[in-house]
T-cell receptor, first 113, second 110 residues
């Protein structure tokens, strides 16, 4: 009965590789997000989708590409990984407006070596 | 854009009361939220204030003053399990995603 699930939980990979993180929510929410949390715990929005439509695309390198096949799924693909991409990536979802709170996935800890 | 300020660290003892303040600057305003995150865990939603005043949920309360661009999270009867990071977050009317503060690490001591 997991509300927002993302896989994998841990990802260790070499510089230059391409990797994907998957996210699914079963809450019926309209909006999904990708956040990046750095080593200082700062949470920064990367992308937001509302019902499969991209509505926020922050200043993120083109190597990051989100894809939403339907409103319950939001995946993140990263090309040509760099050391600085090492972080925890959180998927989240919310009802339209988000005032009732975001539900976050458990996070994907990405380590680029 | 938006910016939020909150203390980086707070220490308190079990059973005590602690207040975590948050001041924000944003163009347009659509509410102040609070999230809790334990080490290694995901942020979890605690409370939302869209209007001025106090919202109470069990041992936790949250306050908002829109005229002062200020809010706080009040934790009462502190327990060891309350040791975590607490983030305030705002969503303004222009953006459609939360902007988070840098987080306050709360350490509860016996």
């Amino acid at each position: 009965d997991t509300a927002v699930s993302q896989t994998p939980k841990y990802l260790v990979t070499q510089m230059g590789n391409d990797k994907s993180i998957k996210c699914e929510q079963n809450l019926g929410h309209d909006t999904m997000y990708w956040y990046k949390q750095d080593s200082k715990k700062f949470l920064k929005i990367m992308f937001s989708y509302n019902n499969k439509e991209l509505i926020i695309n922050e200043t993120v390198p083109n190597r990051f590409s989100p894809k939403s096949p339907d409103k319950a799924h939001l995946n993140l693909h990263i090309n040509s990984l760099e050391l600085g991409d090492s972080a925890v990536y959180f998927c989240a979802s919310s009802p339209l407006g988000g005032g009732l709170g975001y539900t976050f996935g458990s996070g994907t800890r990405l380590t680029v070596v | 854009g938006q910016s939020l300020e909150q203390p980086s660290e707070v220490t308190a003892v079990e059973g005590a009361i602690v207040q975590i303040n948050c001041t924000y600057q944003t163009s347009g305003f659509y509410g102040l939220s609070w999230y809790q995150q334990h080490d290694g865990g995901a942020p979890t939603f605690l409370s939302y204030n869209g209007l001025d005043g106090l919202e109470e949920t069990g041992r936790f309360s949250s306050f908002l003053s829109r005229s002062d661009s200020y809010g706080y999270l009040l934790l009462q009867e502190l327990q060891m399990k309350d040791s975590a990071s607490y983030f305030c977050a705002v969503r303004d009317t222009g953006r459609r995603a939360l902007t988070f503060g840098s987080g306050t690490r709360l350490q509860v001591q016996p």
